[in-house]
């Protein structure tokens, strides 16, 4: 392994061998990045995998067909990639970047109220807050506001400061079907992209694909999500 970096007081740690990093938020979830060179040891990259605590995995199909990870479950997504020459803009809605703690406290609320918001975050809200507003780019985050009440958002979680995943897109559920979701993706693409961004890119659920498209992202490849089982959290997080 080439290294560990890690950002002062932000529980982001970037695993390396060769070409591949390993991104791990919180100890409980992992985003596998290919640079493209190939050139990583598929052992060392296993290794790295199983001595974290982990809830969910994202990796290149290209490499989780080379790894074998014991008591989990897996699931095939398309990746969907845009750039500054595909985006296409769209706006209609009151949109911020997000960047103070009572941002950030407003964003984990609207986060609690969501079911499918998996990212395991502190139980304190500001806790929760707090760990947020300490990040480090390329993370950020924008969300749209309705009467000063934050009720869409999404983040860069992770990446590097040429290519980075867009996460945790989320729409209160009296707002959906109103655009606010597309504002605040594309709002934050602009802004990510002013700031020396080249690519964003995200997994979709299938019922949100339309919308993604809709603002250029185009298919980019093939990625693996590996979920453990319960069980084998526990075992992990007693160690």
């Known amino acids: 392994m080439e290294g560990v970096l890690s950002f002062p007081e ?8 060769g070409s591949l990093y390993a991104i791990s938020y919180l100890g409980l979830s992992m985003v596998l990045i290919d640079t493209g060179l190939s050139s990583f040891n598929p052992d ?6 199983k001595d974290e605590s982990w809830n969910s995995l994202l990796s290149p ?11 989990t479950e897996r699931e095939d997504r398309i990746l ?26 407003s964003l984990i ?16 809200d500001n806790d929760a807050a707090r760990k947020f507003a300490e990040r480090q780019f390329p993370f ?16 860069i979680s992770a990446g590097t400061e040429r290519n980075a995943m867009i996460a945790a ?11 606010y979701a597309s504002s605040v993706l594309s709002y934050l693409a602009r802004t990510a992209f002013r700031r020396g961004i080249e690519r964003l890119s995200l997994w ?27 069980h084998e959290i526990c075992e992990n997080q007693d160690t």
């Open 204 to 230: 979709p659920e299938q019922k949100a694909e339309g919308m993604y498209r809709k603002l250029g992202f185009s298919e980019f490849g093939w990625y693996t999500l590996f979920r453990r089982n319960e």
């Open 10 to 17: 932000s529980d982001v740690e970037i695993h390396r061998t």
């Open 140 to 155: 950020m985050a924008a969300g749209a506001f309705d009467n000063s009440h934050l009720v869409s958002a999404a983040i």
């Open 61 to 71: 199909k290209s490499i989780a067909d080379t790894l074998t990870i014991q008591d």
């Open 169 to 179: 897109v989320a729409t209160d559920k009296e707002c959906r079907n109103r655009g």
């Open 109 to 124: 609320r609207l986060y609690r109220i969501i079911d499918s918001m998996a990212d395991p975050y502190p139980e304190d």
């Open 44 to 49: 060392e990259a296993e290794r790295i995998i």
């Open 80 to 105: 969907l990639s845009v750039t500054p020459a595909t985006l296409i803009p769209s706006s209609c809605h009151n949109v911020r970047m997000l960047e103070s703690t009572d941002d950030y406290l």
